[in-house]
């Protein structure tokens, strides 16, 4: 017989029972639909999470810290002694972190606690000094409202959409955020270039009285232009922590009780000789991230970097996508014994056909093949209809995903991905599975003997 015979005798072996085929590729169908909808919810995860943090800057960045005093022992006074070997984190071990290659970025990282006022709103935050050089890098560098400042001495401020938030303000256009205390709506163009105010905590002598328990500080407000607005959502950290930034020099002379300078004296520890508490580094490339890490702490530094933990949490995706696929191939196992059913089936309702095709010359092989091109039709058909159907499941459950918990976070991402590598891959992976599954009834017809089939006839 020739192949055109094959495949037409195939076909044709379809189409006489119509219901059974019908509900054999219903099967398939089911079974890549779990599947391939399975593997988008990991894609999905993975996908976001990974894009999230490489948008904020999270794998490229590292935060460098001085080393803890040595608290073991203490003098008669009860004074801490720290380690002379302590390397200074200063200025000079800002310019050795700057010659090192790989290192794009590198500036002290200054923190001021403070109250935000914008209009009759009020919240606590803490506010990052943030250089305008940053603005050329992620996610400064595309902020969906206004722009980053251009001069580390700008008297200018800018705001995440998480502590406007937290002002209770949602901007016009972005999703539900949910339900806040007294919250509004405003246009981003009622926020950008507005003014917003700082207040601090300053030390005021005047109010210094031993009789009192009262700490002698007193508020000091600070007004600020609202220059640009950045996205954010759960997974926010790192540079975006806090929501509140302001240029680098603008920052430093903003007035501010610097609590950790009273305790690093409270401790009789020089200050001038720990001239930053931390400095922020950043680097080209996440891959460089390890090199530049292990130099700064050959410096006899502490270096702390999420991207360390990349290899664990690809290890954690994976284990997610595995888990998922797991879910969809027992849908496709469940399909292919009833493949094997149906084809075995097939055979003894077949015999008398195929008695007769084997004694007219039919081979082994083409008597297989028959049952193989059958299976494939079939894996594939069903294949394409789950690949679809897991589409739209995908598409729809990323829908109403995001609308659940739009007042959560603003984002319009797909939190199910399904790419047509996956659709490719699911289709592949059925027209296998049903042909692997014709194995055995194929063997058992092609061994038929077709005397003994056409005399039972």
Not at 384 to 413: C, D, E, F, M, P
Request: glycine share 8%.
């Amino acid at each position: 017989m020739k192949i055109a015979d094959i495949l037409s005798l195939a076909v044709s072996n379809m189409t006489q029972n119509k219901f059974r085929t019908a509900v054999t590729i219903i099967g398939v169908a089911i079974g890549i639909g779990s599947l391939s909808s399975m593997v988008s919810i990991g894609q999905g995860i993975s996908t976001n999470i990974s894009n999230t943090l490489v948008s904020n800057d999270v794998f490229t960045g590292m935060t460098v810290s001085r080393r803890d005093a040595d608290y073991s022992n203490y003098g008669e006074l009860g004074n801490s002694i720290y380690d002379e070997k302590i390397v200074p984190l200063n200025d000079s071990a800002v310019m050795e972190m700057e010659k090192i290659p790989q290192v794009t970025v590198v500036f002290p990282e200054t923190i001021k606690y403070a109250e935000i006022v914008f209009g009759n709103r009020k919240m606590k935050s803490n506010i990052k000094s943030v250089p305008a050089l940053m603005g050329s890098f992620k996610p400064f560098n595309n902020m969906p409202y206004g722009k980053f400042y251009t001069k580390d001495n700008e008297n200018s401020i800018v705001l995440s959409k998480s502590a406007l938030f937290r002002l209770g303000i949602k901007i016009e256009g972005d999703g539900d955020f949910g339900k806040t205390t007294n919250g509004i709506t405003l246009p981003a163009d009622s926020i950008i270039n507005h003014d917003i105010k700082i207040v601090t905590k300053v030390f005021d002598p005047s109010k210094m009285d031993m009789n009192t328990p009262d700490i002698p500080v007193r508020n000091d407000t600070s007004t600020f232009t609202i220059v640009g607005i950045t996205d954010n959502n759960p997974l926010t950290a790192g540079m975006l922590s806090g929501g509140v930034f302001l240029p680098s020099l603008t920052c430093e002379r903003l007035p501010s009780v610097d609590v950790k300078l009273i305790y690093d004296i409270s401790r009789g520890i020089d200050s001038d000789l720990f001239q930053y508490n931390s400095v922020y580094v950043k680097v080209y490339n996440f891959k460089e991230l390890k090199t530049v890490k292990n130099k700064i702490e050959d410096m006899g530094f502490v270096v702390f970097a999420v991207g360390d933990k990349l290899e664990d949490i690809e290890k954690i995706f994976i284990l997610i996508d595995m888990l998922l696929a797991a879910i969809g191939i027992i849908a496709i196992a469940v399909s292919v014994f009833g493949i094997i059913n149906t084809m075995t089936m097939a055979i003894y309702e077949r015999r008398k056909e195929i008695g007769i095709m084997k004694a007219i010359g039919a081979t082994h092989w083409q008597i297989k093949l028959i049952f193989y091109i059958e299976s494939g039709i079939t894996g594939a058909i069903g294949g394409i209809i789950g690949a679809l159907a897991g589409y739209w499941v995908a598409k729809s459950a990323s829908i109403t995903v995001r609308n659940q918990l739009a007042h959560i976070i603003n984002t319009q991402s797909d939190f199910f991905v399904f790419s047509w590598q996956l659709a490719g891959a699911a289709v592949a992976i059925a027209t296998a599975a049903t042909i692997a599954a014709a194995i055995y009834p194929a063997i058992k017809a092609a061994r038929i003997d077709p005397l003994e089939a056409l005399r039972r006839e």
